[in-house]
């Protein structure tokens, strides 16, 4: 497939952005976190910790474990599951979501449905605070970094209000490479999400709170009210990012401004001030970093989150913002390449067409019309084909109680447009046993009637005797082919 370049970045711009990015993050996590959790507003002016180093910071040590991903495997084979085998050997934590995410997956549970599984943080803060690695790696790709992101966030917050914000975040910051005005990118970052959300909506109504010139603190307090109903207290996404997009549109272009903006609106400090931070190094490079408050936190990253002991990766990251950027930057054209991204980086100047802004929008409605955010699902892929399956409800089951499966199968782009024939094998539990479904299903890859995908359905009863963890095994051959595709099923009893 034959990509057309229609936008470039020049590559010194670009890296400019990108280490602002880091820097920014830093301040704004250095700067909130002696506040994180304070439920009302604040009257900050600036820093109040010691001048020299940053302080450590989950939303921005957690993304060098996904660049080490990026590195390792390739942009191709980044998705939930990936991403949480890597949570699980080097990410530390064991608190709210990134606890129950890591405990799920040691039950078997595959992510997403680690992040849905008995689960109460689904709508907390963990995900869209580490949207940027995503952003940085997809530069004027909105819905390619919302993708990305929405794949990281699922593995801990399933089909949550925090996925949804995770998807904004990184949709609004990777718009901002190339559309340089913050209400347009926002307005990007509402498109790649669904429009029936507590996500969208809050974000929404911050945007009309500022439209009718209403004070920033009166808006926080607003959204604030119009989210009582939220559990997770200070810890809840839609809030929380509200309180981000606060800071952005009042701040008026100003850092300094826009950041004590959103910390003085209370709650996930370290996590506000941290994106805001963010997003205004991508927007202005590093001449909209204040240069006293850059000095203040220096280049070095401090983490918190990492297994630092682990050899492989733990001493292999990066261990400043300047070094984060190049790795960073070595990634980009490998990932802008393989998903045909009509996006550059190239040693001329940049060249950003009239209708980009048209053409990221239609971009980020796609992403959001074809994303499914039904909860208790999973994805799977091998050489030929990848397939959805869908849980009808939490994967429990009782003895003797029956559960239906619902698949979407699909043949991987680029091999062809014969039909394909696939054949269903289960390998079952002793007493489990199938009541419905075919073992015979005709993948009709070329009609250019059809979207080309397999849709079918399977019921499974459950055994008189149950294990704790009962793992189920779908087996998919795509006659005339070699390789194999098996779906992992497990029920929890």
Known sequence: MITRINTKLNKAEYRDCVHACWVGKNIGGTMGAPYEGVRKTLNIQGFTTEAGKPMPNDDLDLQLVWLHAMEEVGPLAINAAMLGEFWRTVIVPNWNEYGIGKNNMRRGLTPPISGDYQNSWRDSNGAWIRTEVWACMAPGCPALAAKYAMEDAKVDHGAGEGSVAAAFV??????????????????????????????????RFALGCYD?????????????????DIGNGWFESPSNVSYAVIGLLWGQGDFKKAMITAINCGDDTDCTGATVGATMGILGGMNAIPEDWSAHIGDEIVTISINRSDRRVGRSLPETCTELTERVMLQTPHVLFANHCTVQLTEGASEIPEDAQAELLKQCQQLNKQTDFRPFSAHYESAVL?????????????????????????????????CINLTCRWWLPEGFKITEGRSAILLSNGNAHHDGKARFSFTIKAGDVLAPINRCVLEIVPEGRSTVLYVPIVFLS
């Open 386 to 418: 990848m397939a959805d399956v869908f849980y009808d409800s939490a994967p429990d089951i009782c003895a003797g109680e029956e559960k239906t499966l619902e698949f979407v199968v699909w043949a991987r782009r680029g091999l062809g447009d014969e």
């Open 170 to 203: 990184a949709a609004m910051q990777s718009a901002a490479f190339v559309i340089k005005d913050i209400r347009s990118c926002i307005e990007l970052g509402l498109a790649a999400i669904p429009e029936k959300t507590r996500m969208a909506d809050s974000i």
């Open 212 to 228: 009718q010139g209403m004070d920033a603190m009166d808006a926080r307090n607003a959204v604030l009210e119009r989210n009582a």
